[in-house]
């Protein structure tokens, strides 16, 4: 059973361009959104993460929009550079759990 | 930064034999984990532990899987009898409270 859904498989954008990567659960006990970005041969790295009493975070380039009602959330990459190309995932935990539910992961591609 | 250490970044064992994958977690946190990605795939959740057992594990974490703190500042997983299938790259994670923070992984290939 799939978690967390996550869309496209991968993404190709112009330097300055502004991906969009779109993630869906089930789990309403849900309550910790962390988005990990990856470059090969790397563990992930926490990028952001939001929780449901908010609808967006920003951090620098990087923005999480949350829809609570429609149980998705998004990243959006301001200005995206060459160096964002990495593989990004979203992911979900529950308060009191331990564990992370990935999704699928999104290959970002940044042409200069 | 503080950081999860893993050794080794490169393990290649042949079928059935035992392997041991090593984590040194960040040193005040508490809870500890063992991740997986088979190539190109997405990151499963294999094991959690705290307070020196395990506090949960996946349906893939199986009696040839075992973890261990043995002394304090490791944290080890061990497969029994390797099968083809355990290739894959393994990310140990620590936490304090909801950052986790993973290692660069060990990949373990099984020939």
């Known amino acids: 059973q799939q978690q967390v859904k996550q869309s496209p498989q991968s993404l190709i954008v112009q330097k300055g361009g502004i991906p969009i990567i779109n993630c869906a659960y089930e789990?309403?006990?849900?309550?910790?959104f962390p988005w990990y970005q990856q470059f090969p041969g790397k563990g992930p790295a926490l990028l952001i993460a939001?929780?449901?009493?908010?609808s967006e975070k920003k951090e620098g380039r990087f923005t999480i929009s949350f829809n609570k009602s429609a149980k998705q959330f998004s990243l959006h990459i301001m200005d995206s550079q060459p160096g964002d190309s990495a593989t990004y995932f979203c992911a979900a935990s529950r308060a009191g759990a331990n564990n992370l539910f990935f999704g699928t992961g999104t290959r970002l591609t940044v042409i200069p | 930064e503080p950081e999860v250490t893993q050794t080794p970044s490169h393990q290649v064992t042949q079928m059935g034999q035992e392997v041991i994958l090593r984590c040194v977690p960040i040193?005040?946190?508490?809870?500890f984990y063992w991740y997986r990605q088979i190539l190109g795939q997405k990151v499963e959740f294999l094991v959690s532990f705290y307070n020196n057992e395990i506090s949960e594990k996946s349906e893939i974490f199986d009696d040839q899987f075992s973890v261990e703190r043995p002394d304090g500042s490791n944290f080890t997983l061990k497969i029994r009898s390797t099968k083809l299938e355990d290739s894959a790259m393994y990310f140990c994670a620590s936490r304090e409270n909801y950052g986790y923070t993973f290692g660069s992984g060990t990949r373990l290939t099984v020939v």
């Open positions: 789990n309403t006990a849900f309550d910790y």
């Open positions: 040193s005040n946190h508490l809870y």
């Open positions: 939001i929780r449901p009493d908010v």
